[in-house]
């Protein structure tokens, strides 16, 4: 069994930039594809990149270049790395490995 941790969510300025965190337990870790995902307030959970076992890196086009993904595989953790924040950036961001969820972080953009 997996178990998916998020940290690093937070309150931010429009422009500012935060790095979240996705922290697995168990094995076979390094494995598997990770995915990150969010969910804003009255809307539909949406896919937001992945990042394969093979470090291959997919993106959601609209987030391209505003977002990085990347994973340390001694530490079991994928990062997101999300610059150029804007208040529409707002939701709860969700971790996704191998039919488990995370139980998410919530992230802000704010003035």
């Known amino acids: 069994q997996v178990q998916l941790v998020e940290s690093g969510g937070g309150l931010v300025q429009p422009g500012g930039s935060l790095r979240l965190s996705c922290t697995a337990s168990g094995t076979g870790f390094s494995m598997n594809a990770v995915d990150w995902y969010r969910q804003a307030p009255g809307k539909q959970r949406e896919w937001v990149a992945t990042i394969t076992s093979g470090f291959t890196t997919l993106y959601d086009d609209s987030l391209k270049g505003r977002v990085t993904i990347s994973r340390d595989n001694a530490k079991n953790t994928v990062y997101l790395q999300m610059n150029s924040l804007m208040p529409e950036d707002t939701a709860v961001y969700y971790c996704?490995?191998?039919?488990?969820w995370g139980q998410g972080t919530q992230v802000t953009v704010s003035s």
């Open positions: 996704y490995s191998s039919m488990y």
